[in-house]
Each structure stands twice: as C-alpha cells, then as structure tokens.
C-alpha cells in the first residue's frame, strides 16, 4: 500500500508500471488460459494417456499399448460410426445453400416479413430433444405423418428410422431443420451489409438472376458463408442429442457416429470400457484437428490479408 | 432434497412420538444413515420413504438422509458416487450386474448378515443370485416373475388355450396371425426386452445350466447348440409372429398393440400388469401362464430379476447400513412393500406374505413350485456388461434381419473371446 502511493507521486516507477503494456493483456487473459487448459488442453492429454490403457473407470487400469487402436481397426461398429460421420458431414452442408436460398428469398419488404422471418427462424430455438422427438412421430412407421403421406402416393410401410440404410439420412434431415434456419439467419444479416451500389452498378452492367448471385452477391456474402461453415461442421461432429433421442444409435448400431459410440463404449449403462472410449475421442479429436486447422489457417491468412 | 428433508422430518416426528421406547435390541443406534435409491417412479418412491421412515421410527437415534436419483440416470452415476462420495446404502441389481463393483472392491462383503439365522434360512433362494467369490455382497428386497401375459379375451375368441408344449404355442400363434394379428408385442428400441426371449428360448431348448455356461463364456456363440435356439426363435418370426417395426419402440410404446387387440400377447415381467390394467385390461382380459416347454424333459427355468440393497465399501456408518439392510430383509417390511398398493411383486424372504393379487399368486407358485431348473435373474443381469450389451444389439437385428444370424453370431463370438480373458 505504502508503495503504492509512492509510485504516484513517485520517480520510481513500480516493476508493473514498466511493464504495463506487456503485462496487462496477459492478465486479462489468465482466467481464459487457466480455464481452457485445465478443461480442455490437459483432458486432451489425459484422453490420450487413457487410450493406452485397459480400464474399466472403477478398478486398475492396465498398460496395453496400442491395443485399443488395433481393436478399433478391427471393430465393424466402429467403421459404421466412422462413415456415419462422413455421412454427416458432408449432408449437413446441405444447410448452407438452404438457409441461403431461404434468406434471399425472405430478403424483401413486405406485408408482415418479420413474422415470417421469425417462423423460419423458429426451429432454431427449439431443443434439439424437441426436434428430435417431433421427427420421430413425423417418421412413425404407421401413425406418422411422412407413412400416411407416401400411402397417398401408393407407397407402404416406409419406416425410415427402423431401416438401417435410411436411418441415418432420416436423422440428418431431422437435424437440417434447425441448422437451416440458423444459416439462414447468418445470411440474412449478410444480406443487409451488402453494397447496393455494386448492386445497381452491376445491374446496369446487365447481370441479373444467377449470375448477379453468383458474381455480385455470393462473394460479398463470403464472411457469412464462413461462419456457417464453421458452424454447420462443428454441428455435424457434434450430432449427438438427435441420435440419442431419435434411434438411441439403433437400429443395432446403424446410426451411431463416433461421439455416441464413445459414449457407449465408456459411459453409458453397459460402458466399462475407458480405454476404447477414449480411443475412440482421439480418432475423432483427430478428425476435428483437420477442421480446427482448416479454419485457424484461413483465418490467420484473412487477417494477414488486412 | 425435497424427499430427504421429508424423510428427515419423517424420521425426527416419529423419534419424538416414540422417544423414551428404547430400541428393542438393548443397543441403540447412533449417528448418520445415507440412503441413495434408484426408485423413482412414483409408486416405488413412497414405498421406499415409508420403508424407511419406519425404520427411524424404529432407531429414533439414527438420523437418515434420503436420496432419490432417477432410475435410468442411477445406472451410470452409481461408478461416480461410489467411488467419489459413498452414500452408507445403495440399491442396485444382483448377479453379473453388480460384479464390476464386487471385482473394483466398491462393495462391503455382507457375508456375516448371511449367517443371520433369519436371513440365512429365508433368503436362501437368492443366495447364489448374491454370491460372487463365496461371498455375499447384499441382501435383495423384492422380485418379480417374466412369463407371458396374454389377452384371454382374444384366446377365447379364436378358440385357443393356454399352451402346454411348443407346438402348441407355434400352431397357437398360426391362428393368432391367421386373424390378421400379431402373436407378441415386443418393443426393441432398448435392446434389452429381446433379451428376455432369447433367455427362455435358451433355457427352454437347452436348459438353466446351459444358458449360464453360456452367460459365464464357457460356450461358444458359434455352437450348434446356441443356433439351434435361434432356429426355434425364427419358426414364430417366420411366421409373423411379432409385431413389425418393434426397433422403433420401447416396451412401454409396445403396449397399445396388445391393448387395442392388435397382438395377443407379450413376454414381459410383471411390471407390465399395472400399465395394462391401467389401459382398461381388467382381470377377464388378460392372464398368465408360464412359458412352455421345448425340448421336453428340460427342467423349466425361469427369468425372476432382483432387486437388492448395498452397503459401499467407502460408507461411513456401516453399523446402522447392517442394521437398515437386515429391517429391509425381514419378512414384515419384504410383505408391506411388496404388496399390491406399494411394489405390487414378490417378496423375496420366504416367511413373508404375499398380497393376494392374481398376478402375484401366479408368479409366486409359479417360482416355488414349477421352475425346478433354477432362477435367472435376466440377460443383461447375467451376462457380464460389455457381453450383455453387444448382444442384445445382435437379438434385435437377428429379430428384423434373421438372414444375418452367422454373421451376428461370428461377432458375438469375438466379443465373447475378448470378454471372458
């Protein structure tokens, strides 16, 4: 304290003073950090440690080395989870395009326009519990709507999530719902920043139709589309509540990806099984790694850019 | 917390009343009493509360505290309290179910309980359903019989009864199907409800000590034996026999098949009788009987899982968890709870009474006098974890692909190496 009010009347400055501009971002950021590697950087390795070992959370655990990693080679329920998520990734994208198409077409003035936007945007508030238990009535094999729809048409006894092919697709568009309505926001409020000068000017020009979307438009939309890439690939590693709800990773293992196998294999009723758990977590952390990359590197490149 | 404080306030207004009525033993207990349950449905809960604020009533010095965690939730949280912040009793399930428990050392070894003369002689036939390495690791408070509960209305109808043998339950379900129903409801969203067809089919066809041997690893998912049940199981899907679409709901969603007249029956524990009378099935709709026989000359076995208490290893009053357990195994407490307006099952101490239900008089003569090959306490209970769980996943697909049976049965079998090391 005495110090303290030294430094103000003071010549000599405190160590804190000199080094203020160093010091002080650091911090501001030492809560983040501290937080961030004990709840996330130090897991990281601690999964990765467990990976190695045979472990069924209760007793010892013993070393096995990369057997857990062989096993999981070797594992059909594994490789189903593993292309299940393929299959995730590359149809949830499906979202970008529909919200952007929903955007531009909400993208006008109108009577009352603001409650539709609010009505295509009201998926997205819903949890995905709700969503999930929604489509699995509309995909009841006899009572539900989509069955009586497709008897219309002479179609029987679809029942989409009972059907080991079709379930997986079937719990996709179940989560397309809400991921729409979410791109679909991030461009609306794209839309908005976009120039209209550039706009008349290219309408002078004679564009109009695709070609004013995709030269004029699209490309002004660039950092919207980024964030709802990010988003919509993060969303799809992380399908978890909808599968969980919807099919319980049934029918037999169907429609399971590699964060409900985890799940399963390590923490769920029957899961005594730390160690491929946690193999598991590192294939997909892995995975991640590729996008997480990805998108730090454009990052980074957009910013040296400026 | 709400029901903890009730019970502490429970416990405390009885202590008052009875104050001064030392307890009857002579040496009254002290201190604290944690209770951790996993009885969360309405019914069950206030059994259990009251159960409990009796034996405050009975040990005024004994300050309980209750905890009621849902059902479902308990089944893994267990691993976490257990380990991290043990209550002084624990419910959980007997056989395989509690054995990475008793192998961790998560649970007290409660063997001097059973030289109890009381417990010794009237729990004896749960014995061995407690038993992991000579010891025993709990006592049980109730149990419940499987066996298949039909709609006696629709049987009349079609002119069918009861059926002794195997052929007669197959040639039963061809007129079942032939009037544009299902034989048997089932529901395979959880896995766990094919569990209990392949347990009587096995030990039908085969027998008790077959069916263990293959619970315990000792046979092999590949052996002729093992498909020779599949092949029985498949006659009553061939021919229609299930209802169709049973992966997409659970048990409970597979009920209004049966209540609406849509099947004729299902293979269930007695758990489903309170539902369905619920649903307007009153006793002239609906009946039991026993699974019959296959292969004849196999003593006939049956699925009666129980449910038990623990005392944790890590409990820090393990005097008054003795003496909650040995109130809980007495015959008085095992015949309140288990009867009609609380359990609703079947006691497991022999000297109780049993509430004079239907259901339950079945049940219990069913048990005691006609399953002379033993009890099994159910699939996920008696096969270890990591077995159980893949392959009630390979029950459901063989119950919608039965093409695939091989190739399940070629995995089980890897699983079955790899578990029982």
């Not at chain 1, 949890?127 to 002479?154: C, D, I, T």
Request: net charge negative; charged share 20%; glycine share 8%.
């Amino acid at each position: 304290m005495a110090e303290t009010t030294e430094i103000n009347s003071g010549r000599q400055r405190s160590w804190y003073k000199r080094n203020e501009i160093a010091v002080t971002p650091w911090l501001f950021l030492a809560p983040a950090i501290l937080f961030f590697a004990v709840y996330v950087i130090i897991p990281i390795f601690q999964s990765i440690n467990i990976s190695f070992y045979d472990w069924d959370g209760l007793g010892e655990a013993t070393w096995v080395g990369l057997d857990n990693y062989v096993e999981l080679a070797d594992d059909r329920a594994f490789e189903i989870s593993f292309w299940n998520n393929f299959k995730w990734l590359i149809f949830y994208l499906l979202a970008i395009p529909a919200g952007l198409f929903i955007a531009l077409f909400l993208n006008q003035t109108v009577t009352g326009i603001r409650i539709y936007k609010s009505l295509f945007f009201f998926p997205f508030v819903l949890s995905q519990v709700v969503v999930g238990l929604v489509f699995s009535w509309f995909y009841l094999p006899n009572e539900g709507l989509l069955s009586n729809f497709l008897a219309w048409f002479g179609v029987d006894g679809v029942n989409i999530l009972g059907d080991p092919t079709l379930a997986t697709y079937g719990i996709i568009a179940a989560g397309l719902w809400p991921q729409t309505a979410y791109c679909m926001i991030l461009y609306l409020t794209g839309l908005n920043a976009v120039d209209p000068e550039q706009v008349e000017a290219a309408r002078l020009d004679g564009a109009k139709g695709w070609k004013m979307l995709w030269y004029v438009i699209i490309p002004q939309l660039k950092p919207a589309t980024f964030i709802a890439f990010v988003v919509t690939i993060i969303g799809a590693l992380r399908s978890f509540d909808l599968i969980s709800i919807m099919t319980n990773g049934g029918p037999f293992g169907q429609t399971r990806v590699l964060s409900f196998y985890m799940f399963e294999k390590a923490l769920s009723e029957f899961g005594f099984r730390m160690g491929y758990g946690a193999a598991i977590a590192v294939v997909l952390f892995l995975i991640m790694l590729v996008f997480i990359a990805y998108f730090l590197w454009s990052m980074w490149k957009e910013e040296k850019g400026h | 917390m709400r029901s903890m404080l009730k019970a502490s306030i429970a416990a405390l207004g009885l202590a008052a009343v009875t104050a001064g009525s030392a307890s009857a033993d002579g040496h009254a207990l002290s201190g604290d009493l944690k209770i951790f349950l996993d009885t969360s449905n309405p019914a069950p809960r206030a059994t259990m509360e009251a159960m409990i604020a009796r034996f405050g009533e009975a040990n005024p010095g004994v300050n309980i505290e209750t905890t009621v965690i849902d059902r479902e939730a308990y089944k893994t949280q267990i691993r976490n309290f257990l380990t991290a912040d043990a209550p002084d009793v624990a419910t959980w399930y007997a056989a395989n179910r509690m054995r990475p428990f008793v192998d961790a050392g998560l649970f007290e070894d409660v063997s001097d309980l059973w030289e109890d003369a009381d417990i010794k002689e009237n729990l004896a036939s749960t014995k061995g359903a407690m038993t992991i390495d000579g010891k025993q690791w709990g006592v049980p408070y109730t149990y419940y019989q499987w066996g298949i509960y039909y709609r006696k209305d629709l049987y009349e109808e079609l002119g069918i009864n009861e059926p002794a043998n195997w052929d007669e339950m197959k040639s039963n379900c061809e007129k079942v199907v032939a009037s544009g129903r299902a034989c048997y409801t089932i529901g395979t969203k959880f896995l766990w409800t094919a569990g209990g067809w392949f347990d009587y089919l096995n030990m039908r066809t085969h027998g008790f000590d077959f069916h263990m041997d293959l619970a315990n690893g000792n046979v092999a998912w590949t052996d002729d034996r093992v498909k020779q049940t599949f092949a029985n199981w498949r006659e009553l899907i061939d021919m229609g026999g299930f209802v169709e679409n049973h992966q997409n709901y659970s048990w409970q969603e597979s009920l209004p098949f049966i209540v609406n007249g849509e099947a004729a029956a299902i293979l269930k524990g007695n758990f489903a009788v309170a539902p369905l009378r619920e649903a307007g099935l009153d006793d002239s709709k609906l009946d039991f009987h026993q699974f019959p026989p296959i292969t004849e000359g196999i003593a006939l076995a049956e699925d009666a899982p129980t449910d038990t208490f623990h005392i944790p290893s890590g409990a820090s009053n393990k005097d008054n968890a003795r003496a909650f357990l040995k109130f809980v195994a007495s015959a008085n407490e095992q015949s309140e709870i288990n009867n009609g307006k609380n359990l609703g099952q079947l006691p497991v101490n022999a000297s109780s009474s049993i509430d004079d239900d239907k259901f339950l008089n079945e049940g219990f003569e069913m048990l005691s006098s006609n399953s002379p090959g033993g009890v099994a306490q159910f699939f996920d209970r008696d096969f270890p974890a990591e077995m159980a769980s893949e392959a009630m996943q390979g029950l459901q697909e063989f119950m919608v692909f039965p093409d695939n049976l091989d190739d399940i049965l070629v995995r089980l079998e890897k699983v079955r190496e790899r578990v029982y090391k």
